[in-house]
């Protein structure tokens, strides 16, 4: 079959490779829609796993099941279904102690183009197909559900981290796709003031579509400077990090108020260490709690998602902005996610 590939730390191409085979827990997928992601360019050009070589990329899929294996119940050959980027296994011991995320190791439920070969290809492997593939339900467009795979969960899981409650005063820090999903899922679960640091224009449009009450542009000033002046220098309940690098942390702390809380879901791609302001944190006594994690796969995740498109609570069809008709286009796709050009939010390539 077919790949689209990171050849090695820099270097992307196609290459030919044997279609997978299916254990009897598990399920091969053809794709019918893929979206190409930040994290496949931190991958590739930060090498921020190390170094892949001819490792098929991608990890946001939904797909036509061609194959199960024989222990499978509750899927079948013809079924159309969302795949999450993250596909744990859930007989693991870290599963059972509420980590999915992390069976087998740190990240390791993350296997798409990380311990395995990922979705861009002809057809794709995945594990534990009862526990980790979700049919597509009835009035859910498939182009729209592979939103469903990795930005919805992911921008909902920082919220998550940061324990949004019922009037909060929110920042989301970053508002690319993720972060305007983060958006939409704290404005969900009750924020009042709602934050959105951001500049590119579209972002800053289905932000405040979203929910966003203020834009922080930080081309315009100091985000710190200007939130404090916006909250009458008293900062924020909480903090979602959906975007920026290791120095973000800086302003996280120095926004939120003692006793708050921050979520972070952003993939740190380089640097070794991450700052925390002494002095803002209360030499470490503020109360100022840092979370990170990476998003929860699985089936129930994403049908419970999936009926929040069905019920109209959200729509992250407004994330697409880029349409291509044929897997030739995979390339193309993630270029764009690299360079990020002004009115771009996320590229979906249809097969």
Known sequence: MKGFAMLKIGQIGWIEKERPTCGVMDAIVKPIAV?????????????????????????????????VGSLVKDFKVGDKVVVPAITPDWNSLEAQRGYSMHSGGMLAGWKFSNFKDGVFAEYFHVNDADGNLALIPEGVDPIEAVMLCDMVPTGFHGVELADVQ????????????????????????????LFAVGSRPKCVEIAKEFGATDIINYREGDIVEQIMEKTQGKGVDKV????????????????????????????LGSGDFIQIPRVEWGNGMAHKTIVGGL??????????????IQTNRISPKKLITHKFNGMEHIEEGLLLMKDKPKD???????F
């Not at 050009?45 to 946001?60: C, F, K, P, S, V």
């Not at 998003?295 to 929040?308: C, I, Q, V």
């Not at 771009?344 to 249809?350: S, T, W």
């Open 344 to 350: 771009l939010i996320k590229p979906v390539v249809i």
């Open 166 to 193: 019922f009037g909060d005063s929110v920042c989301v820090i970053g508002i690319g796709p993720v972060g305007l999903m983060a958006v939409a899922g704290a404005a969900l679960r009750g924020a009042s003031k």
């Open 295 to 308: 998003m929860p796969g699985g089936r129930l995740r994403m049908e419970k998602l999936a009926s929040l």
């Open 35 to 67: 979206s190409p992601c930040s994290s496949d360019v931190h991958t590739v050009w930060a090498g921020a796993l190390g170094d892949r070589h001819n490792m098929i990329l991608g990890h946001e899929a939904v797909g036509e099941v061609v194959e």
């Open 240 to 267: 979602v990090i959906a975007g920026g690098n290791s120095d973000t942390f800086v302003q996280a702390v120095k926004i939120v108020k003692p006793g708050g809380r921050i979520g972070n879901v952003n993939y």
